[in-house]
């Protein structure tokens, strides 16, 4: 993620927000609300069209309105595989702006997802899952909340995913020109030969279609598969970002997302970036995260999950041959240990999960659609759950904060015995501290005896949007970023961690 690397190394110089102002989508995926969606049809039998249009995989021509905004005559259809198999009608939606009028777009967005959360009883998952790649710098679509309306009546809320397409790839790493891949239906990255025949029924080309260059993602299968042990590692990041991927690989196995490439071997992007000639690994539908994909495994099983699991290992090649390699697997090791002790614990997302259940609760309850009760919203979010129902939409559901706990906990014990040393649960020194004034508009002061090696301001939507240029001045300043509600993340030089609420008058 170049782009947010060097947006974050030039605000903690200039002490400002770190969220850029001028991407595409500000407007819709920085703005803390929970948004209103207007889908209106004219046509006469138009859910039938809807379901016709599925099928066949086209668009059917109807209205939106966002927050006000009208934008007549976009492209409309349903979207998904078992999320639009599921027996509701609440159903996924793909927004084309300009599918039927190419001068049209939403705050420079072409496209935008619209996901019903069909197996998450919390309705956070997917949230929560891509705001965490937005606080840990890995690439992935960034996600909003939204009230979604079909024809004036209230169809239930949803994830509103932005799009990964040119203008995601020139946000991200201000390059559009390479070409794009999604590792759909079967993305394994496993070496089926030279043709071209063999990987275009696996990868999906979503860029430069008519030029048809699939010459690159076969010479980066060819290096991953075919390099000795001790050739991988200067052989495999000669063409791949391989920061991106470990970054994504921890982060997947954190939240035991097994439907991504650990598990079922498809939902993510690579990208051919035509500046540094190297593939970047983007991540995709990410609502299975937090254990809902279980892949036979047990609850147990699923919270102590190993950092080096891989199902079916030799068909995950990039998996199993990195970790063959010595150097990549201490890379991965290392990258567990910079998550774990900086971005995966209680101490951040509590607060941010019980932020984001206040904001949409109403909207949950109002939703008539959902697949699962009010009461499994709330138990969702502090226990684990074990629903009846179809196929997809029975089982067990991880609660959330445990989960959370959980995972840190059993990831810090297998990092112990890997050379790196996080405390089992971080040591809160809360109770310790206070800060004032609280509200500010200005200077924010810490009151402690403890010494600070960190401070961050986290937004409720689990953004880094400032840190602390010198903590040993206990205080930092909120005036160059916006009014609102955030929370305070100050670490001690012994690692212990306090969170606190802070508002931006």
């Known amino acids: 993620m170049e782009k947010n690397l060097l947006s974050l190394i030039a605000a ?16 819709l995926f920085n703005a803390p609300i929970v948004h209103d969606v207007y889908i209106n049809f004219s046509q006469t039998g138009y859910w039938d069209s809807l379901v016709a249009n599925y099928t066949a995989d086209v668009y059917m021509k109807g209205d939106v309105i966002i927050d006000g905004k009208s934008k007549p005559n976009c492209g409309l259809k349903f979207k998904g595989n078992s999320s639009y198999n599921n027996p509701s009608n609440k159903k996924s939606w793909k927004i084309d702006f300009n599918e039927y009028d190419s001068t049209q777009d939403y705050n420079d967005l072409k496209k935008l997802n619209l996901n019903n959360g069909f197996k998450d009883p919390s309705m956070l998952r997917e949230k929560l899952a891509l705001d965490y790649c937005q ?32 203008n995601f790839l020139d946000d991200e790493y201000y390059d559009k020109k390479g070409n794009l891949f999604k590792g759909d ?52 990041n000669k063409y791949m970002n391989t920061t991106s991927w470990i970054k994504s690989w921890a982060y997947l196995n954190l939240f035991v ?31 299975e995260a937090f254990g809902n994909f279980n892949m036979g495994l047990t609850t147990t099983q699923l919270k102590n999950m190993s950092m080096y ?18 150097a990549y697997k201490s890379e991965l090791t290392m990258e567990f ?13 509590d607060p941010i999960i019980d932020s984001l259940a206040n904001a949409i609760r109403a909207d949950v309850y109002a939703d008539n659609l959902k697949s699962y009760s009010n009461q499994n919203f709330e138990d969702n979010i502090v226990m684990d759950i074990n629903l009846a129902g179809g196929p997809g939409m029975g089982g067990n559901f991880l609660g959330l904060k445990p989960f959370i706990a959980s995972r840190r906990t059993a990831v810090t014990a297998e990092l112990g015995l890997n050379g790196c040393n996080v405390g089992v649960s971080e040591n809160n020194f809360s109770d310790e501290m206070s800060i004032f004034p609280n509200p500010s508009s200005g200077i924010l002061f810490i ?59």
Not at 193 to 209: A, D, Q, R
Not at 466 to 481: A, F, R
Request: charged share 20%.
């Open 12 to 27: 903690s110089f200039l002490a400002l927000p770190l969220i850029s102002q001028n991407n595409n989508g500000d407007s």
């Open 135 to 166: 606080m840990a710098g890995i690439a992935a679509p960034r996600c909003a909340f939204a009230r979604v309306y079909l024809n004036n009546t209230y169809w239930g809320l949803y994830t509103l995913v932005e799009e990964i397409d040119k």
């Open 185 to 236: 239906p079967s993305g394994d990255l496993k070496w089926y030969g030279t043709s071209v025949s063999s990987y275009n029924t696996k990868y999906e080309l979503k860029t430069n279609e008519t030029q048809n260059d699939w010459s690159g993602l076969i010479r980066l299968i060819d290096k991953i598969n075919n390099s000795t042990t001790t050739q991988l590692h200067d052989s495999v």
């Open 257 to 287: 997302n097994l439907d991504s490439y650990i598990g079922s071997g498809h939902n993510y992007f690579i990208y051919h970036d035509s500046i540094t000639l190297r593939f970047n690994f983007i991540n995709w539908d990410v609502n």
């Open 309 to 326: 699991y891989i199902n079916n290992p030799t068909n995950r090649p990039l998996c199993q041959k990195m970790l063959a390699n010595t």
């Open 337 to 349: 240990c910079n998550q774990v002790e900086n971005y995966f614990s209680n101490a951040i997302w």
């Open 447 to 505: 009151n402690t005896n403890a010494s600070i090696k960190n401070i961050q301001v986290i937004s409720v939507d689990g953004k880094l949007v400032l840190e602390s240029l010198n903590p040993l001045q206990k205080q930092i300043d909120l005036k160059n970023i916006s009014s609102g509600i955030y929370f305070l993340r100050i670490i001690s030089s012994d690692n212990r961690v306090s969170v606190k609420k802070c508002i931006r008058e």
